[in-house]
């Protein structure tokens, strides 16, 4: 397993440190939050994994904050910032006083650390990094000790929003030489937890930073994430106390927590999408008539009221509509069994075909039962007579043979990283995301200009603009069945209180409070 | 002089005992030691011996149900030790046998007709009326009635399924019948008619046997000739008078001293063997008797004696006549 | 004795080799290459190229069959793809909580499996023994993932007896010494966690413990049926010894052999069978996880984990076979 | 022979219950045996010898089998209703029994010491030291060499001779008023079933112990015993001394079985032999149950059933033929 | 004491009209007087029935949805109640009855298929055709044999069909080491000396003496092997990895409810009792065949 290297200075068994903590501070307390599965990595930049970034949104901080429950930006370690008038030139100030875990003072030379380590990797290494940025920044310098100095090739649109996302967080430029490969294993950010211990597939406890910057945060003492793979047994595991906190709730059981007073509910914020999506270069899908009748043949209400106990809303474009550049003017394809099969017929098929539908085999935010949502489908498919055959494979296959466009319809969803529209539009449906994101191997020329136009462009109206365009397209096309916007939902006991679920779904707990 | 049928010359069956870290030969079990004797067309050898001194391998090796060692069996003027499987296999039409087990030696899934049809149906006969015809009239021959033919072994008692047994042997019409111990699981009022039976059946058929027991009494009542095997080896053969009259090997005196006589007034004071049967995979040095042999003599612990003809047709292995 | 184990052991070899074999062949035929598992689904031709080629994969199959041979000769068993770190450490703590609660079944089944069984066969006939017989029918039958299931409704959310699932109050957590957590909390003097341990043991082990407890209970009573019918039971009898006497000592010490046989085979069983208790009570045992490394395409894991698991059960059949020959003089092993 | 006898039984009755209905094994049998002699019992398979000899140590396998009738006085002192308790005193301290399979009724997992002296302990109520000394002792008294050895050997290092003198050691342990050995040499070789019949007539003088000898061999009976009773399916045809039996024998039973065995001393031309085959027990229901294998069979024989007749000095006959007392 | 012969008297020494009983004939007697036995027998036999006729019992179907009626608890209307997609458990339940057997049977047919052939070559021949044949099912059974049932499901890809091959797989060492150690122990009987002593040759002795007396062994075996098939369907349909939807396959209906187990126990509770009623079935029939059939129990 994982040895616990607690930083703290104190050389004596974690046991007694831990009594003596809980005993000190009058707040403080436990929180025992139960998810689904087990980060791969805590060090957020190596990792695009979402558990991962659950832990360490605690333990790292970014240059600039989301905002508490939506993705507009605001101050983090950065407290001021500006941007040029060519777009290419960001200057940000830094927070003085802030301190690593590990000791060593925050400042701008540990931000150019990072961001050179960062730039160094390639795509495989750091991930988001390389997508995000890549190699459109062309320097970090640091300006003096707390001023740090941004130069780019092109203008990023979204450059703030994308320095806020959980994979940036600041790490110790002295922890990471000290612990090499195994930096991932051991984080030192200045966030307000510390690392204390990491037990594989079971659990990773984080602790209290004293010396958190920010007066009376974090209010805990001490976060344990604890891993529960069913969802079942994760809501019995809070029923009975073992833990006080769950994400991955099943829409289903939303009314029996909200009838125990016990217990209560936390509605994440919608910021994804799950859609069914049609391989456009399958037959017969590469027909456009007949993604439309799919399109038509679905009752998206039907499905949210039975499987998101109406926690979610149905979908029209293929982004959440608190995403700016949404288009509300796009109508969605109606219900209609009978057109379905009127336009089935005049795209040649009127008695029907026989396709693959995949369902994905692991619960995720945005479609946490696909398995039965896959059997609705099926089910509403077979009255316009498509015959579906419901597959599925591991989720490591299921993702490798959709993306080597095996699937003929699949369901998948995306939930976004920075809340701009780019991080939809064009990484799930542009023809440079073929092989990567764009699953459906949906190609529109039309659309592609669009998309470029608007990453280039800094004017957020002009960009909103073209991402309405887009849309219209899109729908027309009909690459997916857009299916739902959910609120993925949270419960915790009711003692916890002033825990806001984060869009992005990595939640910031310092300060949530909780009474023993 | 009798025509041989049978002529056996230093028979040899050992059997590898395993052992070590893997399971390599580390000796062997000398189940039939160098054993050599004839039969006579039409007569009866009995073999007697204690439990274990290699009576049933005898029988078996002479059929060739087990491989041979070493030594040849010569019958009718074919070695029978040098035919080819299939040759073998073709041969046993003239050597049947019969087993000790009447219970383990029949298949509990077949019914008698079956497996009396069995032989004739392995030997070529393809007529099924001319087969079925056969089978009642062995079966009247051994002493059972044609509507047995249907039923299963188990519906029939233990001399019941001896006849079976024996018809089975008999359906090829064989020459020779090495009969293993037919008797020895029969009780004292069947084993009288079964003996009765093959009595008759040798007549009727001119039979030879070898006839395979334990019971000093049942080898002499039916035997000709009687062989007395110890340990893997023969130590004495002879007409079955008088060897039961003038033993000449200390072993067979001690044999015959042990039967019980049911005779009270008999009660002599017998000379009792003392010890047990030594193990056949470690059998003494020299003669494998002189571990408890009264008249043992020095010789006797570092030669193995040779069976010579002490008399005529009167042979023994043991050195007190070995001069 | 010592000339046998080593034979035994030396036996074990091409068994051991066949099964790596399999497993390595096996695990390559899962589709999905896993380099490009590893580096997710943006990752680049080249890079995947470049990474299948640093895990050996492009190796034609013999080389990466001996390398990993080699490894595992030097008592290494590989890295994992997804965590990085040495299988050898990082199984461990798996497999132990497995063991615990393997063991814990083991012994639940074996205590009242081993009695009941001898009760019914002394008492044959009795109301006993065709309710004894009976219920363990009914065990035999029991699909263990319905049981685990229903006795955490009845008994952890209705009647909130025990808690639902884990294996320790994470609040309070064990510090893991042995990860044998009975073991830690005792040589640790908290023997209030200990009561919190063996709580969060018994539904997982008592589900797991259904099969074996009915499979051993019938075998017992079926051996000791057929011993006590033997000659010298007879004979003991005819001493005049108690009956408890002649069960428990003369029988129970002839049925032994095929009633280790069982335990042996249920033990090595349960290891890797847990796996649907695992995953009902949430227990961080190898079951899980080898079957997460199976999503993951974890080569490394799967074949290490599977690999350890026989290799376990393998050396339990041996243990039993040596025992038999402690057990009963006459297999005598040269 | 005035003295009362050491055991006593009177029309004992054991059946089988099976599912086609109550089976009498052993059908009112009634004999006694006094001290110091040995009693044969002669019989074909299956005629019930094992289960009187089991009745009375009542060890019958219960269900299915149940004593239904009759009495066993051990001195005066009726069996058949004892409790367990009572019976596990008596089993290895008053009546001792040895079996037929000298090869499985020895336990194979424990030593021959810890088997010979748990009786001795049970029994004499003497330490585990005292009980090995006499085991020792016992092992001596039956004629096996380095006895201590032997002790602490396991049955299957013994041959089947030495094993039955192990059994005979530990029956004798405890000096019981009665020896039961149900077919003790049966499974032996001639001469080691030499040497045990030789040690057991020189235990009985020695040690005055009564024996019940269970055998098919007539051999057997005629060297060892001293009275002889005949059974055919379950019950007693015939009773007598040893040498009334063999030179007077007179129910036909007896008769062809005497005939028919083949006798060492001279050869006969065809041995006699009784048609048929012994009844399965619970098939003959009426008369006389030999009537069918039986030549002398008369009208009566298969609607009446014989009693045993008197013929004199302890000679009893179940035959129609001497029910006049007199002889043909 | 001269003895006459020919009495007229004779009782009949047996009866003649005694007919022939086969051993199954006998097997199948004492078959039916095994209460247990019979009852396991009737389950099977309703659970084949159910599965047969489900079209007629519960012509609902297995697939109208109607989420107006959710999570319903049994009623008239709904005996076993209703699912999240408002289907009626109780046709479920019926039609997952022929799955199961379905399964079950196919499964340990194949196992049965390729271990005799396996188990047959191996004791028949010996030497290293068994050395390499026993090997491989020793190999086989040091596999727990649910992982190994993941693992082969994992290479095959999740489906009803691969669950069954999987299944099939697992079972294979259990018939072949069966039949082996049958076919062994057959060949040192004394019928099978006496059939080779008649001359008989290897392919006839084994066709007609060994291949007949292993018959009831499989039987025995292969009753209770469908019992685990059936169970080992449903668990591999718990984890994920057996039948597709929407076929109702019981352990997929259990992993499909987990989460209303407190909500609605009663999705949970009968297609767990319906896996547990018919593997019992199987168990009580295979341990009254096994009581019938084996010679062992028998004299
Ligand atoms: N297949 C075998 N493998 C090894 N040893 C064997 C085999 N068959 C027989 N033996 C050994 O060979 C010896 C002679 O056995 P055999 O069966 O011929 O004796 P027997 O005289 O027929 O004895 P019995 O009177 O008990 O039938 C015995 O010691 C036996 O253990
Ligand atoms: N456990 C039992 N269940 C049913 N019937 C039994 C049982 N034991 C004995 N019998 C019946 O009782 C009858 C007498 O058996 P017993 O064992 O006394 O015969 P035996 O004279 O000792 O025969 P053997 O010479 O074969 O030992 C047998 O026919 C048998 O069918
Ligand atoms: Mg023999
Ligand atoms: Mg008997």
């Given at each position: ?516 | ?69 070493a030594g040849t069996v010569e019958f009718d003027g074919k070695d029978l030790t040098k035919l080819k499987a299939e040759e073998m296999r073709r041969m046993r039409k003239e050597i049947q046998m019969v087993f000790q087990d009447p219970f383990a030696s029949l298949n509990p899934r077949h019914t008698v007709e079956k497996i009396l049809e069995e032989p004739l149906i392995v030997h070529g006969i393809k007529d099924k009326d001319e087969r079925k015809r056969r089978v009642k009239e062995m ?185 | ?232 039971i007879r004979t003991a009898r005819a001493k005049g010894l108690r009956m408890f006497w002649v069960v428990y000592k003369h029988s129970l010490k002839n049925a032994v052999i095929p009633i280790l046989t069982i335990i042996g085979l249920q033990t090595g069983l349960l290891l890797g069978g847990a796996i649907l208790t695992e995953t009902i009570f949430s227990w961080p045992g190898i079951g899980r996880y080898i079957y997460e490394a199976i999503n993951y395409r974890d080569y490394p894991v ?33 | ?328 | ?299």
């Amino acid at each position: 397993g994982c040895n616990s290297s607690s930083t703290s200075n104190e050389g004596e068994p974690d046991d007694s440190t831990d009594d003596n903590g809980t005993e000190e501070t009058a707040t403080g307390g436990q929180l025992v939050f139960g998810r689904g599965g087990d980060s791969t990595s805590l060090d957020p930049a190596a990792t695009t994994e979402g558990e991962a970034f659950k832990v360490t949104v605690n333990l790292y901080e970014t240059l600039i904050n989301f905002g508490e429950q939506d993705t507009e930006i605001e101050e983090g370690l950065a407290t001021e910032w500006s941007t040029s008038e060519d777009g290419l030139t960001h200057t940000l100030k830094l927070r003085e006083g802030v301190k690593f875990h590990d000791g060593t003072d925050f400042n701008a030379d540990a931000v150019v650390y990072n961001f050179e380590r960062w730039k160094a990797g390639d795509k495989e290494q750091f991930y988001y990094y390389n997508s995000q940025f890549g190699d459109k920044i062309d320097s970090v310098t640091a300006v003096d000790e707390y001023t740090v100095e941004f130069k780019l090739n092109t203008p990023i649109a979204p450059f703030y929003k994308n320095l806020a996302m959980s994979p940036f967080g600041i790490a110790s430029p002295t922890a990471i030489e000290e612990h090499g490969d195994n930096f991932f294993k051991n984080p030192v950010g200045t966030g307000p937890f510390k690392f204390k211990e990491w037990r594989e597939n079971d659990r990773i406890t984080i602790v209290k930073n004293e010396d958190y910057w920010q007066e009376g945060l974090p209010k805990l003492d001490e976060v344990i994430f604890r891993v529960i793979p069913e969802n079942s047994a994760r809501l019995n595991a809070l029923a009975t106390g073992e833990v006080d906190l769950i994400d991955g709730v099943n829409f289903s059981d939303k009314e029996t927590i909200e009838s125990n007073p016990e217990l209560q509910v936390f509605e994440r914020p919608s910021l994804n999408i799950g859609y069914l999506g049609l391989t456009s270069t399958r037959k017969p899908l590469d027909n456009k008539l007949v993604r439309q009748a799919l399109n038509h043949a679905v009752n998206k209400q039907e499905i949210i009221d039975a499987f998101y106990a109406g926690a979610a809303e149905p979908a029209i474009n293929p982004m959440p509509p608190v995403v700016a550049g949404y288009n509300p003017d796009v109508e969605d394809y109606e219900y209609d069994p009978e057109k379905a099969k009127e336009l089935l017929a005049e795209a040649g098929y009127p008695d029907g075909f026989e396709m693959e539908l995949w369902a994905m085999p692991v619960p995720r935010p945005y479609m946490p039962e696909g398995q039965k949502v896959a059997e609705a489908l099926q089910k509403m498919f077979e009255e316009i007579g498509v015959k579906a055959k419901i597959v599925t494979y591991e989720w490591g296959t299921y993702l490798e043979k959709a993306n080597a466009g095996e699937a003929d319809t699949f369901l998948l969803g995306w939930t976004g990283d920075n809340g701009d529209a780019d991080n939809f539009l064009y990484v799930l449906l542009d023809e440079d995301s073929i092989g990567s994101n764009n699953y459906s191997y949906y190609k529109n020329d039309e659309v592609h200009e669009l998309l470029l136009k608007a990453q280039a462009s800094s004017d957020q109206a002009e960009r909103d603009e073209l991402y309405k365009q887009a849309q219209v397209i899109i729908k027309d096309d009909a690459p997916w069945i857009p299916l739902v916007h959910s609120t993925p939902l949270l419960a915790g006991s009711a003692n916890i209180s002033n825990f806001l679920a984060h869009p992005t779904g990595s939640d910031l707990l310092s300060s949530v409070e909780i009474k023993n | 002089m009798a025509e041989v049928l049978l002529k056996v010359d230093n028979l040899k069956k050992y059997f590898p005992i395993t052992g070590g870290i893997f399971g390599q030969k580390i000796g062997d079990v000398k189940a039939v030691d160098d054993v050599s004797f004839y039969v006579n067309k039409g007569e009866t050898l009995g073999l007697v011996g204690e439990s274990g001194c290699g009576k049933s391998t005898t029988g078996r090796v002479l059929m060739r149900l087990l491989e041979p060692t070493a030594g040849t069996v010569e019958f009718d003027g074919k070695d029978l030790t040098k035919l080819k499987a299939e040759e073998m296999r073709r041969m046993r039409k003239e050597i049947q046998m019969v087993f000790q087990d009447p219970f383990a030696s029949l298949n509990p899934r077949h019914t008698v007709e079956k497996i009396l049809e069995e032989p004739l149906i392995v030997h070529g006969i393809k007529d099924k009326d001319e087969r079925k015809r056969r089978v009642k009239e062995m079966l009247e021959v051994v002493g059972l009635n044609s509507y047995h033919a249907k039923r299963y072994p188990h519906q029939f008692s233990g001399g019941q399924r001896q006849r079976i047994g024996i018809a089975r042997a008999l359906m090829t019409k064989p020459k020779l019948i090495i009969a293993d111990e037919p008797v020895s699981a029969l009780d004292v009022s069947i084993q009288s008619q079964v003996l009765n039976l093959l009595e008759d059946l040798q007549k009727e058929f001119q039979l030879t046997y070898i006839f395979i027991a334990h019971d000093l009494g049942v080898v002499k009542h039916i035997s000709d000739r009687v062989g007395v095997m110890y340990l893997g080896r023969l130590v004495e053969i002879t007409e079955a008078e008088k060897l039961y009259e003038k033993p000449l090997h200390p072993y067979t005196k001690a044999l015959l001293a042990s039967i019980p006589i049911p005779d009270p007034d008999l009660k002599q004071e017998r000379e009792l063997l003392k010890g047990d049967l030594p193990s056949p995979s470690d059998p003494p040095q020299g003669c494998a008797f002189h571990t408890r042999c009264s008249d043992c003599m020095e010789i006797c612990k570092v030669t193995r004696p040779e069976l010579v003809e002490v008399e005529p047709g009167h042979y023994a292995a043991c050195h007190l006549y070995n001069k | 004795m010592l000339s046998y184990t080593i034979k035994r052991l030396l036996s074990l070899i091409p068994v051991l080799l066949g099964l790596t074999l399999i497993v390595f062949f096996m695990i390559r035929a899962i589709p999905g290459n896993p380099a490009q598992i590893i580096l997710g689904q943006l990752a680049t031709e080249e890079a995947v190229a470049e990474l299948t080629k640093q895990l050996g994969l492009d190796q034609p199959w013999y080389t990466q069959f001996f390398l990993y041979l080699s490894d595992l000769f030097s008592g290494d068993l590989g890295q994992s793809l997804r965590t990085k770190s040495p299988i050898n450490e990082e199984i461990w703590p798996f497999l132990a909580a497995t063991a615990e609660l393997a063991l814990c079944a083991m012994l639940i089944a074996i205590v009242i499996g081993v009695n009941a069984g001898i009760i019914s066969a002394w008492f044959q006939n009795s109301w006993f023994d065709y309710v004894a017989m009976v219920l363990a029918l009914i065990g035999v039958s029991m699909p263990i993932f319905w049981l685990g299931l229903m006795e955490q409704w009845i008994f952890a959310i209705n009647l909130e007896w025990l808690p639902t699932s884990g294996r320790e109050n994470v609040r309070a957590p064990i510090d893991a010494v042995t990860n044998f957590y009975i073991i830690d909390t005792i040589i640790q003097g908290r023997f209030d966690q200990l009561w919190i341990v063996i709580k969060h043991l018994i539904l997982p082990s008592a589900a797991l413990a259904t099969i074996p407890m009915a499979i051993i209970a019938r075998i017992t009573r079926s051996t000791m049926l057929e011993v006590m019918k033997s000659d010298f039971i007879r004979t003991a009898r005819a001493k005049g010894l108690r009956m408890f006497w002649v069960v428990y000592k003369h029988s129970l010490k002839n049925a032994v052999i095929p009633i280790l046989t069982i335990i042996g085979l249920q033990t090595g069983l349960l290891l890797g069978g847990a796996i649907l208790t695992e995953t009902i009570f949430s227990w961080p045992g190898i079951g899980r996880y080898i079957y997460e490394a199976i999503n993951y395409r974890d080569y490394p894991v799967i074949q290490s984990g599977i690999l350890v698991i026989a290799v376990i059960f393998v050396l339990i059949n041996l243990i039993v076979d040596l025992l038999y020959a402690v057990i009963d003089p006459r297999i005598k092993y040269n | 022979m005035t003295q009362a006898p050491v055991l006593d039984v009177k029309e004992l009755r054991t059946s089988f219950i099976s599912s086609d209905g109550e089976i009498p094994a052993v059908d009112n049998i009634s004999f006694a045996v006094n001290k110091g002699e040995i009693l044969g019992i002669v019989g074909e398979s299956g005629c019930g010898k094992s289960v009187t000899s089991l009745s009375i140590m009542k060890l019958i396998p219960q269900p299915p089998g149940k004593i239904v009738g009759g009495e066993i006085l051990l001195n005066g002192e009726d069996l058949v209703p004892a409790t367990e308790k009572r019976m596990r005193q008596i089993r290895g301290n008053d009546i001792a029994m040895i079996f037929q399979e000298p090869m499985t009724s020895l336990n194979p997992l424990f030593t021959i010491g810890n088997q010979l002296v748990e009786g001795i302990i049970l029994h004499k109520k003497v330490s585990k030291k005292a009980a090995f000394k006499i085991g020792v002792e016992m092992l001596k008294l039956v004629g096996l060499p380095r006895a201590e050895q032997i002790m602490k050997e396991f049955p299957h290092q013994l041959s089947g001779g030495m094993r039955q003198r192990v059994m005979i050691a530990m029956a004798l342990s405890c000096d019981p008023k009665l020896l039961i050995a149900d077919e003790p040499t049966t499974a032996l070789d001639v001469t080691i079933q030499a040497q045990i019949l030789s040690l057991m007539k020189d235990l009985n003088k020695k040690l005055d112990t009564a024996i019940i000898m269970i055998t098919h061999d007539l051999g057997v009976v005629a060297e060892v015993c001293q009275r002889v009773l005949v059974m055919y399916a379950g019950k007693v045809v015939e009773e007598a001394s040893v040498s009334e039996i063999f030179k007077n024998p007179k129910h036909p039973y007896t008769i062809g079985l005497l005939q028919s065995v083949p006798d060492v001393r001279e050869k006969k031309e065809r041995l006699y032999s009784i048609p048929g085959n012994v009844p399965k027990p619970g098939t003959i229901t009426t008369g006389c149950r030999f009537a069918a294998r039986c030549d002398k069979v008369q009208e009566r024989c298969l609607t009446e059933d014989p009693e045993l007749y008197k013929q004199g000095d302890g000679h009893y006959v179940r035959c129609f033929l001497h029910a006049s007392g007199g002889e043909i | 004491m001269e003895l006459s012969t020919n009495n007229q008297l004779q009782r009949p020494l047996e009866p003649v009209e005694e007919k022939a009983v086969s051993p199954w004939l006998e097997a199948w007697r004492s078959f039916r007087n095994n209460k247990l036995a019979v009852l396991g027998t009737l389950i099977v036999l309703f659970f084949i029935l159910l599965a047969i006729f489900a079209p007629l019992i519960a012509p609902e179907g297995i697939n109208e949805q109607n989420f107006e009626k959710r999570l319903l608890a049994p009623s008239s209307e709904h005996w076993f109640g209703t699912d999240d997609f408002g289907r009626d458990i109780f046709s479920r339940v019926v039609h997952g009855a022929r799955i199961s057997l379905w399964v079950g049977f196919l499964a340990v047919t194949g196992s049965i298929v390729v271990g005799c052939l396996l188990g047959i070559l191996a004791g028949y021949y010996g030497k290293w055709v068994d050395t390499i044949i026993s090997r491989f099912f020793d190999i086989l059974l040091a596999f727990p044999s649910i992982l190994l049932a993941i693992a082969i499901v994992a290479v095959l890809g999740p489906s009803l069909k691969n669950a069954l091959i999987a299944i099939a797989i697992i079972n294979i060492p259990n018939f072949g080491r069966l039949i082996r150690s049958r076919v062994l122990s057959v060949k040192q009987e004394e019928y099978i000396l006496a059939a080779k002593a008649v001359g008989m040759k290897n392919s006839r002795i084994l066709f007609h003496h060994v291949m007949p007396n292993s018959i009831a062994p499989i039987i025995v075996q292969g009753t209770l092997a469908i019992a685990t098939a059936i169970i080992e369907a449903a668990a591999l349909g718990f984890l994920g990895l057996g039948a597709e939807a929407p076929n109702p396959e019981w352990g997929k209906m259990l992993t499909d409810s987990r989460a209303f187990l407190v909500q609605a126990p009663w999705t949970m509770i009968f297609p767990g009792l319906a896996i547990m009623l018919t593997v019992l079935g199987f168990n009580l029939m295979g341990d009254g065949l096994r009581d019938a059939l084996d010679p062992k129990m028998k004299n």
